[in-house]
C-alpha cells in the first residue's frame, strides 16, 4: 500500500510561482511511477506531467498546456516529488492531485494509476 500525501497548494498572484509537494510512504519510491493531475471546477481531472525512472535515466512527460512552466522533480532520499510551478495563470487555478503507480510507464491516463492523494488547492488570481 501507498500512501500519499500532498503539501503547498495556495492562492498567488497570475505570474507568480508555487511549489507543490507530494510524501510518499509504503514501498519503495525509488521505482514508482509519479504523476500530478488537476481538477479544476466543473471539470474533468486533467494530466500535468509523469516522471518514471528507466534504464536510461528519469523520462517525464507533460502536458502542452503546462510544458516550460512547470518542473517535476523527486528526492528519493525524501520519498517526495515535487511540482515547480512558474508562470502561473488563471487557468491553472484547480485541485492539484498526485498519484502513483509500482509499473514503469509515462500514462496521461489516470485510470492506470494505483495510489492518490487526497489533493491540494491551487488558486491563482488575476
Known amino acids: 500500500q501507498v500512501q500519499l500525501v500532498e503539501s503547498g497548494g495556495g492562492l498567488v498572484q497570475a505570474g507568480g510561482s508555487l511549489t507543490l509537494s507530494c510524501a510518499a510512504s509504503?514501498?519503495?519510491?525509488?521505482?514508482?511511477?509519479m504523476a500530478w493531475f488537476r481538477q479544476a471546477p466543473g471539470k474533468e481531472r486533467e494530466f500535468v506531467v509523469v516522471?518514471?525512472?528507466?534504464?536510461?535515466?528519469?523520462?517525464?512527460n507533460y502536458a502542452d498546456s503546462v510544458k516550460g512552466r512547470f518542473t517535476i522533480s523527486r528526492d528519493n532520499a525524501k520519498n517526495t516529488v515535487y511540482l515547480q510551478m512558474n508562470g502561473l495563470k488563471p487557468e491553472d487555478t484547480a485541485v492539484y492531485y498526485c498519484?502513483?503507480?509500482?509499473?514503469?510507464?509515462?500514462?496521461?491516463?489516470?485510470?492506470?494509476?494505483?495510489?492518490w492523494g487526497q489533493g491540494t488547492q491551487v488558486t491563482v488570481s488575476a
Open positions: 516522471t518514471a525512472i528507466t534504464w536510461n535515466g528519469v523520462s517525464t
Open positions: 498519484a502513483a503507480m509500482m509499473r514503469l510507464s509515462l500514462t496521461k491516463d489516470e485510470s492506470e494509476y494505483d495510489y
Open positions: 509504503g514501498r519503495t519510491f525509488s521505482r514508482q511511477t
